[in-house]
C-alpha cells in the first residue's frame, strides 16, 4: 500500500525553491563588498553625524517655513487634481461597466502611471516645465492616478450586480447607473483611498524637491551639500511632525466619516 | 389598453442550439395576477427578464402596449429600449436595493429613467416625485423609514422598498421575478397581496414568477405553468388539478 504523504510536508519544489533563494542573497552579499569592517566604522561615522546635528539650527525659520508651505501646497494640491482624474480613469479600467478596448486604454494609463517611482517622474517634469512645484504637483498627480486608479477600478470591479440591474431595468441612462448604482457602493471605500493617498503624497512631497521640484526637498538636500547637519536636524524634525500630525488628522477624517 | 402584454413565439438560447424559452405564445392583458409556475430552470426568469430585456431575446416578438404607442420589447435599442423600460415596473427575488442608500433614495432611483445626469449629480428630483415617495412609502406600510438605511431594514421591509421603488416608475406592467422566495411564509403572502392589490388599483397586469404553488393558488387570478421551456397550462388557479402538476413539476410523492 502506498502511504501517505506527510502532512504539511516540504514538496522537493519548496525545497529547491528556498536553497536557491538563500543562494541568491549569499552571492548578492559576497558581491556587494559588505564587510565587518564597513559596518562597524559606519556606527562611528553615523554617531558622529549625530553629534554634528547638534544643538539645531533655529535661525533659518524663513526658509524652513517657505520649503514646508511649498511641500504641503503640493501634497494638496496632487491630491486633489489626481483624485479628480482618477475617477473616471478607474470608471474606463473596471471590467464589468467599461467595454473592452476602453478598458485596455485605462488599465494601460494606469499601468505606465505606476511603472515610475514618483522622484523618477519629478526627474522627467524638472526637464520639461523646469525648476519649481509646478514640476513636484505633476509627478504626484501621475503617481495618484496609477495608485488610486487602480484601486478604485478594483473597487468598482467588486460592487454587487443586482443593484445595477435594478436601475437598469427602471430605464436609467448610463451615466444614471453610475451615479445612483455604481458611487453609492464605492463611496467609503474611495474615501479610505483618498485619504490614504493624501497621507502618502505628503511623504513624497517632501522627497520630490531633492530633484529640484519643490518643497522642502530642495532646502534639506541644499543643507546637506552645505555640511549644514544642524539644518538638516530641524527639517528632518520639522517633516517628522508634519507626517505624524497628517496622521493623526487623516486617521480622525476617517474615524468621523467611517471608512 | 395600456400595459397589455402579448408574446408571439419568443425563443431564448443562452448557447446555440439548446433554447431555454422553446416558442413561448402569451398574452396578458387587464389586470390582475397572472403567477408563472415550474421547475428550476424552466426559463420562468428568462421568461420575465426577456419583457423588460435585462435578457435579450433570440428569436419573437413581445408586443407591449404603451400609452399612445405599441412597441415590440425584443427589437427595441439604446435610447428607445430605455424610454420603453420606463413603463416596466421589475421586482427581484433579493430586492435588489442599493444598501447604502436610504429607503427614500432607493425609492426615487424608479424615476431615474426620467431624469438629466447634470440632475442625477445633483440629486435633483421633482418635489412631486419626493411627495409621491412618500405616499408610496405609507402605501407599503414604511412611512416610519424613509431615513433609514437600506440595510437596516429586513428582507420583507426591504421587499416593500423594491415594491415602491416599481410603482415610483408609474408602470403600465409590474414583473415579479420570484419576490417571495427569501421570505417567511407570512411576509410572502402580505408581499404577494399587496402586489396584486396595486395592480387592481392600478389596473395593471402584474406577472409574478413564484415557486409556492400555494401561494400561487391563493392569490393568483391566473396561473401559467411551463416545463421544459414550453407552456403547458394556462388557466384560473381552480381548474388546476393534480395531474397538470405531475406535468409540470414530474414525479408524485410531494403531492401526496
Redesign the interface.
Given at each position: 500500500m502506498k502511504p501517505f504523504p506527510k502532512p504539511f510536508g516540504w514538496s522537493a519544489g519548496h525545497k529547491l525553491a528556498l536553497a536557491a533563494m538563500l543562494a541568491y542573497c549569499a552571492w548578492s552579499l559576497a558581491g556587494m563588498d559588505v564587510s565587518a569592517e564597513r559596518l562597524a566604522s559606519g556606527w562611528e561615522q553615523g554617531a558622529k553625524f549625530i553629534g554634528r546635528m547638534f544643538p539645531p539650527e533655529l535661525g533659518k525659520m524663513d526658509e524652513l517655513w517657505q520649503g514646508i508651505k511649498e511641500t504641503l501646497q503640493i501634497a494638496v494640491l496632487a491630491t486633489a487634481l489626481g483624485l479628480l482624474l482618477s475617477l473616471p480613469v478607474g470608471l474606463l479600467a473596471a471590467a464589468n461597466l467599461s467595454p473592452a478596448p476602453l478598458r485596455m486604454a485605462g488599465r494601460t494609463l494606469i499601468a505606465a502611471c505606476r511603472a515610475l517611482h514618483p522622484v523618477i517622474s519629478a526627474i522627467l517634469f524638472v526637464k520639461a516645465v523646469g525648476f519649481g512645484p509646478l514640476a513636484g504637483i505633476l509627478a504626484l498627480v501621475v503617481a495618484t492616478v496609477g495608485f488610486v486608479g487602480k484601486l478604485f477600478a478594483d473597487a468598482i470591479e467588486e460592487i454587487?450586480p443586482?443593484?445595477i440591474?435594478?436601475?437598469?431595468?427602471?430605464?436609467?441612462?448610463f451615466?444614471?447607473?453610475v451615479?445612483?448604482?455604481v458611487l453609492?457602493?464605492v463611496?467609503?471605500r474611495f474615501v479610505g483611498f483618498s485619504t490614504y493617498q493624501l497621507d502618502s503624497n505628503l511623504r513624497n512631497s517632501t522627497m520630490v524637491g531633492i530633484v529640484g521640484a519643490g518643497g522642502i526637498g530642495g532646502a534639506l538636500f541644499a543643507a546637506f551639500l552645505r555640511y549644514e547637519y544642524s539644518f538638516v536636524f530641524t527639517i528632518l524634525a520639522t517633516v517628522i511632525a508634519i507626517i505624524v500630525v497628517g496622521e493623526i488628522v487623516v486617521n480622525a477624517v476617517r474615524k468621523a466619516l467611517d471608512v | 389598453m395600456s400595459g397589455a402584454l402579448h408574446i408571439e413565439r419568443l425563443v431564448k438560447e443562452y448557447r446555440p442550439g439548446a433554447p431555454v424559452l422553446k416558442s413561448i405564445d402569451l398574452a396578458v392583458e387587464g389586470t390582475g395576477l397572472t403567477s408563472i409556475i415550474g421547475p428550476s430552470g424552466t426559463g420562468k426568469s428568462t421568461l420575465i427578464r426577456c419583457i423588460n430585456r435585462l435578457v435579450a431575446p433570440t428569436s419573437g416578438r413581445i408586443l407591449l402596449d404603451l400609452p399612445g404607442e405599441r412597441v415590440d420589447m425584443a427589437q427595441l435599442q439604446g435610447q428607445a429600449l430605455r424610454r420603453a423600460r420606463r413603463h416596466i415596473g421589475m421586482v427581484f427575488q433579493e430586492y435588489n436595493l442599493v444598501e447604502r442608500l436610504t429607503v427614500m433614495e432607493n425609492v426615487l432611483t424608479g424615476r431615474l429613467g426620467y431624469l438629466s445626469a447634470w440632475r442625477a449629480w445633483r440629486r435633483k428630483f421633482d418635489p412631486e416625485d419626493v411627495e409621491r415617495a412618500h405616499e408610496l412609502l405609507g402605501t407599503v406600510g414604511l412611512a416610519a423609514f424613509a431615513g433609514q438605511r437600506a440595510d437596516a431594514l429586513s428582507g420583507g421591509q426591504r421587499q416593500r422598498v423594491g415594491i415602491a421603488r416599481a410603482l415610483m416608475q408609474q408602470p403600465a406592467v409590474l414583473l415579479a421575478d420570484e419576490p417571495t422566495s427569501s421570505l417567511d411564509p407570512k411576509t410572502s403572502v402580505e408581499i404577494i397581496q399587496l402586489l396584486r392589490e396595486q395592480g387592481v388599483q392600478r389596473g395593471i397586469p402584474v406577472m409574478v414568477n413564484i415557486h409556492d404553488v400555494d401561494l400561487a393558488r391563493r392569490y393568483s387570478d391566473r396561473i401559467v405553468g411551463m416545463t421544459g421551456g414550453h407552456v403547458v397550462y394556462d388557466g384560473p388557479p381552480d381548474r388546476l388539478t393534480d395531474e397538470h402538476l405531475h406535468t409540470i413539476y414530474g414525479g408524485t410523492a410531494w403531492l401526496e
Amino acid at each position: 500500500m502506498k502511504p501517505f504523504p506527510k502532512p504539511f510536508g516540504w514538496s522537493a519544489g519548496h525545497k529547491l525553491a528556498l536553497a536557491a533563494m538563500l543562494a541568491y542573497c549569499a552571492w548578492s552579499l559576497a558581491g556587494m563588498d559588505v564587510s565587518a569592517e564597513r559596518l562597524a566604522s559606519g556606527w562611528e561615522q553615523g554617531a558622529k553625524f549625530i553629534g554634528r546635528m547638534f544643538p539645531p539650527e533655529l535661525g533659518k525659520m524663513d526658509e524652513l517655513w517657505q520649503g514646508i508651505k511649498e511641500t504641503l501646497q503640493i501634497a494638496v494640491l496632487a491630491t486633489a487634481l489626481g483624485l479628480l482624474l482618477s475617477l473616471p480613469v478607474g470608471l474606463l479600467a473596471a471590467a464589468n461597466l467599461s467595454p473592452a478596448p476602453l478598458r485596455m486604454a485605462g488599465r494601460t494609463l494606469i499601468a505606465a502611471c505606476r511603472a515610475l517611482h514618483p522622484v523618477i517622474s519629478a526627474i522627467l517634469f524638472v526637464k520639461a516645465v523646469g525648476f519649481g512645484p509646478l514640476a513636484g504637483i505633476l509627478a504626484l498627480v501621475v503617481a495618484t492616478v496609477g495608485f488610486v486608479g487602480k484601486l478604485f477600478a478594483d473597487a468598482i470591479e467588486e460592487i454587487s450586480p443586482k443593484p445595477i440591474e435594478a436601475m437598469r431595468a427602471t430605464g436609467a441612462s448610463f451615466a444614471n447607473v453610475v451615479l445612483f448604482g455604481v458611487l453609492p457602493q464605492v463611496a467609503s471605500r474611495f474615501v479610505g483611498f483618498s485619504t490614504y493617498q493624501l497621507d502618502s503624497n505628503l511623504r513624497n512631497s517632501t522627497m520630490v524637491g531633492i530633484v529640484g521640484a519643490g518643497g522642502i526637498g530642495g532646502a534639506l538636500f541644499a543643507a546637506f551639500l552645505r555640511y549644514e547637519y544642524s539644518f538638516v536636524f530641524t527639517i528632518l524634525a520639522t517633516v517628522i511632525a508634519i507626517i505624524v500630525v497628517g496622521e493623526i488628522v487623516v486617521n480622525a477624517v476617517r474615524k468621523a466619516l467611517d471608512v | 389598453m395600456s400595459g397589455a402584454l402579448h408574446i408571439e413565439r419568443l425563443v431564448k438560447e443562452y448557447r446555440p442550439g439548446a433554447p431555454v424559452l422553446k416558442s413561448i405564445d402569451l398574452a396578458v392583458e387587464g389586470t390582475g395576477l397572472t403567477s408563472i409556475i415550474g421547475p428550476s430552470g424552466t426559463g420562468k426568469s428568462t421568461l420575465i427578464r426577456c419583457i423588460n430585456r435585462l435578457v435579450a431575446p433570440t428569436s419573437g416578438r413581445i408586443l407591449l402596449d404603451l400609452p399612445g404607442e405599441r412597441v415590440d420589447m425584443a427589437q427595441l435599442q439604446g435610447q428607445a429600449l430605455r424610454r420603453a423600460r420606463r413603463h416596466i415596473g421589475m421586482v427581484f427575488q433579493e430586492y435588489n436595493l442599493v444598501e447604502r442608500l436610504t429607503v427614500m433614495e432607493n425609492v426615487l432611483t424608479g424615476r431615474l429613467g426620467y431624469l438629466s445626469a447634470w440632475r442625477a449629480w445633483r440629486r435633483k428630483f421633482d418635489p412631486e416625485d419626493v411627495e409621491r415617495a412618500h405616499e408610496l412609502l405609507g402605501t407599503v406600510g414604511l412611512a416610519a423609514f424613509a431615513g433609514q438605511r437600506a440595510d437596516a431594514l429586513s428582507g420583507g421591509q426591504r421587499q416593500r422598498v423594491g415594491i415602491a421603488r416599481a410603482l415610483m416608475q408609474q408602470p403600465a406592467v409590474l414583473l415579479a421575478d420570484e419576490p417571495t422566495s427569501s421570505l417567511d411564509p407570512k411576509t410572502s403572502v402580505e408581499i404577494i397581496q399587496l402586489l396584486r392589490e396595486q395592480g387592481v388599483q392600478r389596473g395593471i397586469p402584474v406577472m409574478v414568477n413564484i415557486h409556492d404553488v400555494d401561494l400561487a393558488r391563493r392569490y393568483s387570478d391566473r396561473i401559467v405553468g411551463m416545463t421544459g421551456g414550453h407552456v403547458v397550462y394556462d388557466g384560473p388557479p381552480d381548474r388546476l388539478t393534480d395531474e397538470h402538476l405531475h406535468t409540470i413539476y414530474g414525479g408524485t410523492a410531494w403531492l401526496e
